[in-house]
């Protein structure tokens, strides 16, 4: 299926960068455009020109104290209480030159995806340098300055009054926009992440369902470290086919850390290629069964920056833009534009090698444990659906 689509980008993402020796490395979006590129998946009529969000777009979610605290960090004028305070200046989220305006255009790009698909210029849009699920009404966490996802959904609620289903596969719980959310009804939140007993941020919890109108709209899947693709995939398929199907969405907006992947320096999930594969192309299918096509997609964590996120990220776009996958070789002008510039070898295909997968012992326990952590998550479907009956 070939479907319209539109890749946000600006060399302007890249200016989102904390310092040379921080995990958090917007260069990844280059990669992955650059892969596209040489593939000759991407062309420049495919590309769209983001705008930089304005302060009243960024105060849909966040509380302006926070904002004009942002731009003073940005340039040093922001004491060390105050950094504290609005979680900037941490280990996690250090304070950089011109914050504000770097942040706004990585919330200007989603926010350009959104008018792009909601206003029919395409059915489906691609933001690579969003996804910062982490940010609060007024304090950054966890790499993330002001979040793109929460302001995104509240401008879709408020200029195009749809439902909007959020669907999280970063290996991090996508606590931000979970909790901008957990009274409205209106939005479903689905993350499938690492379990939060070794991980940031430490919540996710199968019981996190939702509050008042918004009870038993929030649902979470807490899977064990060492999960392998078989139980992640299954888990991911299984739920958000039952919860699409439950919550009937407008638009789907879907946030994809690649950061789950068994080469991930930050987390303890083990998943392949195979893994990145089958995430959008079930987000494809869902989009096309409850949304008329109307898919918004978001970048997020990844550390692996150089084997593993161009190569996820890239099937997004693929998807989005053939309705399938990419296999076989990578590009060699790919690999020789860049391995000169990697500290690890380059991949040479678009799947991974088999030697990569481990031997996990646990394999059969960490499957019912997950398999156990699903059927717990769903049954607030049917108890949702009794509920209204």
Known sequence: MTCGAAFIYSTKFLDYHFHSDHPFNQRRVLLSKDLLEKNKLLSKSDITEPRMA????????????????????????????????????????????????????????????????????????????????????????????????AIAINYIRQNYDLKV???????????????????????????????????????????????????????????????????????YETALREIADFFQPDVILTQNGADAHVNDPLTHLCA????????????????????????????????????????????????????????GDLPPDWQSEWQSKSPVTLPVTWHDEKQIIPNIPRKDDITEKNDKVLQSALKYTNNKLNEML
């Open 272 to 327: 392949t290629m195979e893994t990145f594969e089958q995430i959008p192309l079930l987000a494809h299918k869902i989009a096309h069964q409850y949304c008329n096509g109307r898919w918004i997609a978001l970048g997020g964590g990844g550390y692996d920056m150089w084997r593993v996120v161009p190569r996820a990220w890239a099937q997004i776009w693929s998807v989005m833009k053939t309705g399938d996958i990419q296999s």
């Open 54 to 149: 304005t302060e009243d777009e960024l105060a849909l979610f966040h509380d302006k104290v926070f904002i004009n605290a942002v731009k003073r960090a940005g340039t040093s004028d922001l004491s060390d209480d105050e950094c504290m305070e609005y979680g900037i200046g941490t280990e996690d989220t250090p304070a950089f030159p011109n914050m504000h305006e770097a942040s706004s255009y990585l919330v200007g790009g989603t926010l350009t995806a959104v008018d792009s698909v909601l206003q029919g210029k395409s059915e489906h849009a691609l933001n690579l340098g969003g996804g910062l699920h982490h940010g609060f009404k007024r304090k950054a966490s966890g790499f993330c300055v002001y979040n793109d996802g």
């Open 165 to 235: 289903l959020y669907v999280d596969t970063d290996a991090h719980h996508g606590d931000g926009v979970q909790w901008a959310f957990y009274d409205d009804p209106n939005v479903c939140t689905l993350s499938i992440h690492e379990t939060g007993r070794y991980l940031f941020p430490g919540s996710g919890h199968i019981n996190e369902r939702g509050i008042k109108e918004g009870h038993g709209y929030s649902f979470n899947l807490p899977i064990d470290a060492f999960t392998q693709d078989e139980s992640f995939t299954q888990t």
